[in-house]
């Protein structure tokens, strides 16, 4: 695998406007957290996907591209990172200890990019996680059900459920279960995960982030500011009413606020779809990848 040199002026720049804009992302997060204020939207992107604002601030300029310059001994301080000649670059060892997360990765998202979207759910996987579930099935207890116990059972028994990821799905109370058009194992994730899917495509950040420091930050963070609106878009269309944190619902259990969750589901999937293929080729990339590092320069961003 070639690799590519980047001037200290080059990627230290890149590494500044990174953790500028990671600080602006999290800070309102960070502040929250400070004051012990829960936040029933955006404290799932900390929480559920297990990467802390710290790390995510860390840029890293993906396997197979140096650091020149003094201020690279600074990555020496970070596991893997290792002294080449008179540049510092991702040790072979890191790839090597990854690969099976590497390939794992990468079949999914090849399978996932294979298939036809399917635009057809509706978000209905927020409101499976509370049917027939009383009080104890809410999971922000802080915020109320706008339709009701009883208007959301309804909802759900009006509708069919064809939820196809296996990380919503395991959250249905036991009464839904049974109502979704297919059951779904974690064994048969790579089986079904199909591009449409909102939680699919913010998943995003945690197949870009399990890749660490063998990916370039940039497409994590971008993937992070997808997870960020499908997100938004996932609990408007959910059962809770958000109106006190400034959210106006998706009402999808009218005919008018299903078409306006497909618009806006199809919006999110094409920002997947790019995303997708930027990480799998990283990922085909990197299982092509010899321990042989060849050296040329360059000054901008791989890819």
Known sequence: MNSAVLPEEVWTARRDRHREVVADLVGPHLQRKAADVKHPVHDFLFTYYS?????????????????????????????????????????????AHRRDTVEFIAALLSATAGRR???????????????????EAIRHAQVPLR????????????????????????FF??????????????????????????HAGMDLYKWASKLGALIESEIVLDCFRL????????????????????????RIETPQG???????????????????AHILERCRRLLGADSSVAVHTADQPVG
């Not at 890293?60 to 893997?80: N, V």
């Not at 109370?173 to 899917?197: F, K």
């Not at 299903?258 to 997708?276: H, I, N, P, S, T």
């Open 227 to 250: 997870a960020t609106d499908a997100r938004e878009l996932d609990m408007r269309a959910s059962p809770y009413d958000l109106s006190d944190y400034g959210y106006e619902p998706v």
């Open 173 to 198: 109370t036991p009464d839904a279960v049974p109502l979704n058009e297919a059951p779904l194992s974690r064994d048969d994730q790579v089986a079904r995960e199909q591009p449409g899917c909102l």
């Open 147 to 170: 339709l009701g116990h009883t208007g959301t059972d309804e909802v759900v028994e009006s509708m069919q459920l064809r939820c196809t990821h296996y990380d919503a799905f395991r």
């Open 117 to 135: 979207p399917h635009l057809g759910c509706f978000g209905l996987h927020e409101w499976a996680m509370v049917y027939h579930g009383g009080e």
């Open 51 to 95: 990467v802390r604002p710290n790390q995510l601030r860390r840029w890293h300029p993906g396997f197979g591209t140096a650091l020149a310059g003094p201020s690279a001994q600074d990555y020496l301080i970070y596991t893997g990172y290792e002294v080449t000649g008179d540049l510092v670059t991702l040790s072979p060892d890191v790839l």
């Open 258 to 276: 299903r078409a306006d969750y497909v618009r806006e589901q199809a919006v999110l999937a094409e920002r997947a779809a790019d995303l997708r």
